[in-house]
């Protein structure tokens, strides 16, 4: 197994560096085995109903004794899996990511996974004994971008939460990181940090885009301002940004939304000054980590008075681009959060 192989390399650090350097190889010469192209994809929701593997676990929906069975059975603990039947990136997770033997392997050897349906009434017993409905468990614990998975540990604490659709490397990076206590001693930001050797630093290597603002980036709205913000956070020698700006961003729909907010984009490996929404000097760098954030590119969405109102930090494509630019550029932000206005429109 990967795994395996990379701790006798370097323990503790090894899957992450054996994942991102193959990726910036297959990025470069072609792709990994049995892999495909995991950003330029028709996002749109699927015409069949997308049916998880056999392999799940067939759950009472009553999270504790789930996790009871984990930990007996062995295992580092339980991975809650938030889906949707016709998503796409929900199909991508199924035919990529679960349709690699080692990852495969690896998952059903630590964790057992249990699938919640963000649209479902049928009740489920949480990890700490609430009782409600799976769309009101996806709602409280922010699975707005389906899949959503979050880690827990064998004593029931949460351990890390993947928001959105991520390709091969970063997926087998997040198993191993909770599987093996990294979470416990530093972020996953880090914790990817650490193997990742095709991080640039240099500000020119970025796309551009006329919609964005020059430095110097005051971003304060202690006062407030006219428009809501987009914050993009990129880095160098990525594919995923490429992608994003060579395709996405190449929509009149979507350049014209952005051209309607007060839009920057940051390196953010970069030690340019930055003064937030909320005022505060600060690092690109320092900023992205005290966020969290760990993916290029993120987009980050503010309101008018600096209050974060949305971030988008996975694999993004048209169709749910336009749906978030939609929220934001309608302000129904103002009345109610993502997930209930996506209910209104039955998406």
Not at 2 to 13: N, V, Y
Not at 16 to 21: G, I, K, N, P, Q
Not at 89 to 110: A, S
């Amino acid at each position: 197994m990967i795994a395996r192989f990379a701790r006798a390399m370097a323990p503790g650090l090894g899957l992450v560096l054996v994942c991102v350097m193959g990726w910036s190889a297959a990025v470069r010469g072609g792709g990994l085995p049995g892999d495909e192209d995991v950003y330029g994809f028709d996002d749109s929701p699927l015409a069949q109903p997308l049916a998880h593997p056999d392999w799940f676990k067939e759950s009472f929906l009553d999270l504790p004794s789930d996790l009871t069975e984990a930990v007996d059975a062995g295992k580092r603990g339980l991975m809650l899996y938030f889906g949707q039947q016709r998503c796409a990136y929900c199909q991508k997770l199924m035919k990529v990511n679960f349709g690699l033997p080692d990852i495969v392997e690896y998952t059903r050897e630590n964790f057992d996974i249990v699938p919640i349906d963000i649209w479902s009434v049928e009740e489920v017993t949480d990890i700490d004994g609430k009782v409600m409905t799976e769309q009101d468990l996806a709602h409280r614990d922010g699975a707005d971008f389906t899949p959503s998975i979050i880690f827990y540990d064998d004593q029931g604490q949460k351990a890390l939460m993947l928001r959105g659709y991520y390709p091969p490397y970063q997926f087998r990076a997040a198993l191993e990181y909770v599987a093996d206590g990294h979470y416990k001693r530093e972020s996953f930001r880090d914790y990817l940090a650490r193997g990742d050797n095709r991080m640039v630093f240099d500000d020119t290597d970025l796309n551009e885009e006329a919609f964005f603002t020059a430095a110097p980036y005051n971003l304060d709205r202690q006062v407030r301002a006219e428009r809501p913000l987009a914050v993009f956070f990129e880095q160098g020698d990525c594919h995923a940004c490429d992608v994003l700006h060579g395709e996405s961003l190449r929509e009149p729909v979507i350049h014209r939304a952005f051209d309607g907010l007060d839009t920057v984009q940051l390196n953010m490996w970069s030690d340019t000054p930055v003064i937030t929404p909320s005022g505060e000097r600060t690092t690109a760098k320092a900023w992205a980590a005290k966020l969290g954030l760990f993916y290029a590119p993120s987009i980050l969405f503010f309101d008018e008075s600096g209050k974060e109102i949305l971030r988008v930090d996975s694999v993004i494509g048209f169709f749910r681009l336009r749906n978030v630019l939609n929220y934001i550029a309608s302000r129904a932000y103002l009345s109610e959060d993502y997930q209930d206005w996506r209910v209104d429109r039955a998406f």
